[in-house]
């Protein structure tokens, strides 16, 4: 063997932190369910893998997710990903080719500037020369940025971020000094050899003046070695093993391996997978409230440090405004769901008292929600506008109103809320149905979910007035009000459905555009996801919002969830409505005018 | 006893030698808006589980506030949790927080009974 001795403590860490990663991922894999190692199987030989590849050239690589946040933070993570990545890659190729053949020693291509001392002769070599040269600029520009980074991070988009832990600051170092020290001794020894290229050769014969280049140039091997080392060495305890973990991430997620509501492998995974970016403190609204412990990398953290308490458990208010923005793509509200199931597992409620029953037979269903209870405008105005449009239904929870359930799902009762389930399908499906109109985004978001209703279309009242008008059920008129819409979380991140309201709403009125909409709608401070969180708190994120309600000028805040309505009445004068409200003043003033009766608007 | 003729049902005297203040006192401490309560029953007039059966938030704090915790069990499991209770409550008392304390300090009280 004629491996020299500084190669060594390179070769320990590569290979400590490939085995290291093969028994983990053995572990992790082995601890999913039968019909997600099923999954696995069948799909390994497909064009699934070929798509993960991609995606992780994509995504781990490249960092497209980050560049769409932010330009600076995306180059800076590309830089060093597909930088290096390429450094390796043209290192190997330059090697094969100088040795005409694929069967050479290893470290000989991760050192081959002082493997090979003899200076480029050839185009191409030269060519691979001025290569790695130019990746390595590229890649210390990434390196600048991320020095820089650490004292303003604000250019990147990041207002806050994460507080490194021993392990982190250890693997940072490494990370931080594998280039330049490769950058300095393969200078040095193009002072000696002059086989550099453009960037290292000017710098050697620089050095030469002054160095006795010589006797340090085995020293210098050895720090670029042992910085690899310390690297690969503190991976596993840093934030770092994320970049091995996300991969494996996208290759089992590329195969359908989805997150069920017990804690198993796939969550493991999910939980090393975080990068502890801290892009998700940024998205947090509980900020506003000073809440600045229970975000979900912190949540995170405690689950890999099994340190996970129910303060910090229950303190998020699941609006999924981290999960849209997680660059690893982590599902994290269900992450949480999941922890909150296996810690209230013990203490499920039985609901002996909920009885089944004949229900009426009926063409649709109506199930108006706890929330739209509380809230009896709704529910009136739904209730005019099914009479009006002459539908046959039966408004299922008019008296005895069980919940959806989905609340105690929130909260971590899993098999509580299944008990709800089971009995509220059995009444829905007695109707002999074919829709179920919901008047709550939160009870419709679990009916989609969670309820196995065949045969029965579940539809937010959203999508159910939109049909109306679109059948000529109702009528519309477009009265003068500039309106702007809230998404409520459950509704849009959670359910996806953004445009059906917005086309709904344009035959009544005016909207007014804004950047937070959609994807990016704020979170009303409502949320039932949360049971920590105090009212004043609430209402300080719920101030925040109307605040930037307020900078659009709105004559209206226009909503389609019952408790967000609840929420915003009670912090401002501005008139708040659901949707519903909206469709049937609008009818009912399309029927006076109709009626030549003049009325004030 | 003496009697002075009159008595008292047993359902309405507190026997404070059967008094467990223990669960009363955890979730005072984890949920301090508790000790806003002003006994309305606004909780209660609104309970989605309570038009279905007799269940009672209101009795439910009269319970642990004489520290009888004997039947609190059965009586917390009815709740539903939909979470009408805090939207409606004047002194904006986290009440969901409070149920979920109940259920989970229950069985930890109850446990520690049968160890005794």
Redesign the interface.
């Known amino acids: 063997m004629d491996i020299p001795f500084f190669a060594w403590p390179f070769l320990l860490g590569i290979t400590f932190i490939i085995v290291f990663f093969i028994i983990i991922s053995i572990i992790w894999i082995t601890g999913l369910s039968g019909i997600d190692r099923v999954r696995i199987r069948k799909n390994f030989f497909t064009v699934k893998t070929f798509q993960a590849i991609w995606e992780v050239f994509r995504e781990s690589l490249i960092h497209r997710k980050m560049y769409k946040r932010n330009p600076v933070l995306g180059y800076m993570h590309m830089s060093f990903a597909f930088g290096w990545f390429l450094l390796i890659v043209v290192g190997h190729i330059e090697a094969a080719v100088h040795y005409h053949t694929l069967n050479f020693p290893f470290w000989k291509s991760i050192f081959f500037r002082y493997a090979e001392t003899n200076p480029p002769v050839t185009f191409i070599a030269k060519a691979f020369s001025a290569a790695s040269d130019f990746l390595l600029i590229y890649i210390f520009s990434g390196v600048f940025l991320a020095l820089y980074k650490r004292f303003n991070s604000k250019p990147f988009g990041m207002k806050k971020t994460t507080h490194l832990k021993t392990g982190d600051k250890i693997a940072l170092i490494g990370l931080w000094l594998i280039f330049p020290t490769r950058y300095v001794c393969e200078s040095i020894t193009a002072g000696i050899y002059h086989n550099g290229s453009f960037f290292t050769q000017p710098t050697g014969n620089f050095l030469a003046s002054f160095l006795p280049l010589q006797s340090i140039e085995l020293a210098s091997w050895w720090v670029y070695s042992l910085s690899l080392a310390v690297f690969f060495f503190a991976l596993p305890v840093s934030r770092y093993m994320h970049i091995p973990v996300e991969i494996l991430l996208i290759f089992v997620r590329k195969y359908g391996v989805r997150l069920k509501k017990h804690v198993n492998g796939y969550t493991r995974i999910q939980t090393f997978a975080c990068s502890r970016c801290g892009v998700c403190l940024d998205s947090c609204q509980m900020i506003k409230a000073n809440i600045n412990n229970s975000q979900s990398v912190y949540f995170l953290k405690q689950i890999r440090g099994r340190k996970l308490n129910?303060?910090q458990l229950?303190n998020c208010l699941l609006c999924g405004r981290c999960q849209k923005d997680c660059p690893v793509g982590l599902d994290l509200n269900d992450l949480r769901i999941t922890q909150r199931i296996e810690s209230?597992k013990?203490?499920n409620?039985?609901?002996d008292?909920?009885k089944g029953g004949i229900s009426p037979q009926a063409d649709v269903v109506y199930f108006t929600g706890?929330?739209t209870?509380?809230t009896p405008s709704i529910k009136k105005a739904m209730l005019n506008v099914l009479d009006y449009a002459n539908i046959n239904y039966w408004f299922m929870d008019k008296?005895?109103?069980?919940?959806c359930?989905r609340?105690?799902m929130q909260?971590g009762?899993y098999e509580a809320a299944k008990k709800?389930i089971r009995n509220n399908t059995e009444k829905i499906l007695s109707s002999g149905a074919k829709i179920l109109l919901v008047s709550c985004p939160i009870c419709y978001q679990i009916f989609n979910e969670d309820y196995k209703l065949p045969g029965v279309k579940v539809m937010h009242h959203s999508e159910y007035l939109l049909e109306l008008v679109n059948q000529g059920l109702i009528p519309t008129i477009k009265l003068p009000v500039n309106a702007v819409y809230h998404d409520p979380c459950t509704l849009g991140r959670g359910s996806h459905i953004y445009e059906p309201p917005r086309e709904l709403l344009k035959n009544y009125l005016s909207l007014i555009p804004m950047k937070q909409e959609k994807e990016d709608a704020l979170c009303c401070g409502?949320s039932?996801g949360n049971?920590?969180?105090?009212?004043?708190e609430r209402k300080q994120i719920r101030d925040d919002v109307l605040d930037t309600f307020k900078s659009y000028n709105p004559d209206q805040i226009i909503t389609a969830c019952p408790?967000c309505k609840?929420t915003f009445a009670m912090g401002t004068d501005i008139e708040i409505h659901d949707l519903a409200e909206v469709v049937w003043k609008g009818i009912s003033r399309k029927e006076h005018l109709d009626k030549k009766i003049r009325l004030p608007i | 006893m003496v009697s002075f003729g009159f008595e008292l049902l047993d359902s309405k005297r507190i026997d404070y030698n059967k008094s467990d203040g223990r669960l009363l006192n955890e979730i005072l401490e984890?949920e301090p808006?508790f000790k806003r309560c002003i006994s309305c029953g606004g909780c209660t007039a609104?309970c989605?589980?309570g038009?279905?059966?007799n269940f009672n938030i209101r009795k439910i704090n009269l319970m642990l506030r004489h520290g009888q915790t004997e039947g609190l069990e059965k009586e917390i499991?009815?709740?539903?949790?939909?979470?009408?209770c805090?939207?409606?409550c004047p002194r904006?008392?986290?009440l969901?927080?409070v149920i979920?304390l109940i259920?989970?300090g229950?069985?930890k009280y109850n446990t520690e009974k049968k160890k005794i």
């Open positions: 129910d303060e229950f209230t013990t203490y409620s039985k609901y008292y909920l706890c929330m209870h509380l008296d005895e109103a069980s919940c359930g609340p105690l909260a009762q709800l409502g039932l049971i920590k969180i105090e009212m004043d408790l609840k | 984890k808006s609104t989605t589980a038009s279905l059966t499991s009815k709740c539903m949790l939909c979470g009408k805090f939207l409606v904006d008392i986290n969901r927080n979920m259920k989970k229950v069985l």
